[in-house]
T-cell receptor, first 112, second 110 residues
Framework: ETGVTQTPRHLVMGMTNKKSLKCEQH?????MYWYKQSAKKPLELMFV???????ENNSVPSRFSPECPNSSHLFLHLHTLQPEDSALYLC???????????FGNGTRLTVT | GNSVTQMEGPVTLSEEAFLTINCTYT??????LFWYVQYPGEGLQLLLK?????DKGSNKGFEATYRKETTSFHLEKGSVQVSDSAVYFC?????????FGTGTSLTVIP
């Protein structure tokens, strides 16, 4: 399998649930990203990991918690989310400075 | 700061029409510039890129030229097809940071 794979594709969760999004890249890249895509808004960068260390946080609420156990895997742990957190969450990877991002197909999250 | 502004959509064109989607940017330093395309139900895919002034990126009939004097990176295609219907994003990169526009939805009708 090649590219960037995200699971699950769709997720519906209540405000009190805890869930995790998973991302895996098979490109040998050394940086991984979480983006939030909401209608009519620019992509919002949430987290960046470079060489498995977090280098960018962008003031994301603490109900979103990233984890990057190695250069190929990235998780986004979710707890006590709000309805306004409903969005498409995109994972991406790159080979470092100013290299293009390679995106997964995203997880469509709905918070009820 | 760094930012990207692209034309509001949606854009609707007939097949074989000429396409232009405007993109301008504000950046410190010397960014790389990109166009990404997003088809329904999918993530963003790199369409083309340019890394320095006067570079022209091209792919699948699409072109864009890095214009430093006008801080622009407009996307063009001479003859669009129904299969080009998608959302197009202009982006810039400085180091590990990417900045995206809001996207322009394109619908091509037969």
């Amino acid at each position: 399998e090649t590219g960037v794979t995200q699971t699950p594709r769709h997720l519906v969760m209540g405000m009190t649930n805890k869930k995790s999004l998973k991302c895996e890249q098979h490109l040998g890249h050394n940086a991984m990203y979480w983006y939030k895509q909401s209608a009519k808004k620019p992509l919002e960068l949430m987290f960046v990991y470079s060489l498995e260390e977090r280098v960018e946080n962008n003031s994301v609420p603490s109900r979103f918690s990233p984890e990057c156990p190695n250069s190929s895997h990235l998780f986004l742990h979710l707890h006590t989310l709000q309805p306004e957190d409903s969005a498409l969450y995109l994972c991406a990877s790159s080979q470092g400075r100013e290299s293009p991002l390679h995106f997964g197909n995203g997880t469509r999250l709905t918070v009820t | 700061g760094n930012s990207v502004t692209q034309m509001e959509g949606p854009v609707t064109l007939s097949e074989e029409a000429f396409l232009t989607i405007n993109c301008t940017y504000t950046a410190t330093g010397y960014p790389s510039l990109f166009w990404y395309v997003q088809y329904p139900g999918e993530g963003l895919q790199l369409l083309l890129k340019a890394t320095k002034a006067d570079d022209k990126g091209s792919n699948k009939g699409f072109e864009a030229t890095y214009r430093k004097e006008t801080t622009s990176f407009h996307l063009e295609k001479g003859s669009v097809q129904v299969s080009d219907s998608a959302v197009y994003f202009c982006a810039l990169s400085t180091g590990n940071q990417f900045y995206f526009g809001t996207g322009t939805s394109l619908t091509v009708i037969p």
